[in-house]
């Protein structure tokens, strides 16, 4: 039987746009909640014997993921033949050390709750940074599908000689790449962060970039304070206003509109979680690496 491809709630419009690139079955899910706000799950479409691909935008994760993982739950109680979730934007990847005493890792007890509930997974560039592979922290299989060939050929099309900034040194790696798909320059500034939306930016000097648009690329704009900080920078450097390219639009609280207000005219997001600025359709290389899962994927 062919796979069978359900869109958690708030990731109907990702579901449906993957479901025509894989041409599978769109199945009906239903998730009922009881007057306290517990999650019930209800297959209106028979995942049994199928091979299940659970899609879910994960923006808001303390309020999406324990539906989600009740679902793949069920779906492996109804006899599915396996189970992959799609989840362009991974959360809980920020805590990957014990920044302060008494934290925990965090990243890895939420690797272990989804390695638990599927038998692979898909994402776009999660933020690895002191885990270098998502085998590390994850026990199933996992495919990472990486934004910046197509970041750049967004940027290639619409940018007249762009010179790439990345806003901190986590950055560099998607910068570097972005610049090289490209063949323009490209430039890491230096980030000090004192809180969530206490953070301050340095430039580097380099007098040939005037003239050249300045392009900031960031994989994960959540309050946008690192954003801002970075336009300003390159504001006071002589250079326009940045367009702001992001792969995760996250745009917590007034992130956007702040962006907006200093002045910022272009802001561009890949598909990962559904925001107005989406410009860059990652669906074809997600449907990719589905497949590539399915085909691999042990059955259980």
Known sequence: MDPVLFAMPDSETLGTQLQAEL???????????????????RFLTPPTGRDVVLVCELDDPDRKVLPMYLTACVARELGARSI???IPYLPYM???????????ITSEHFAHLLSGCCDWLVTVDPHLHRHRTMSEIYSVPTKVVHAASHLAR?????????VIFGPDAESEQWVAKVAEA???PYAVLTKIRRGDRDVEVSIPDAPFWSGMTPVLVDDIVSTARTMLAASVQIEEA???????????PLFVGDAFIALRAKGIETIVSCNTVAHATNKINLCKPIAEAV???IASSPKK
């Open 238 to 248: 002589g250079m326009c206003m940045p367009v702001c390219v992001a792969v995760h």
């Open 154 to 162: 967004w940027i290639a099309e619409n940018v007249k000689d762009p």
């Open 291 to 293: 497949t590539a899962m």
């Open 94 to 104: 920020r805590q990957d050390m014990r920044f302060q005493e008494g934290e925990g």
């Open 84 to 86: 992959g979730l799609v």
């Open 182 to 184: 490209i063949g323009c």
């Open 23 to 41: 041409q599978c079955e769109a199945g009906k899910l239903e998730i009922r909640h009881f007057p306290d706000q517990e999650s019930c799950p």
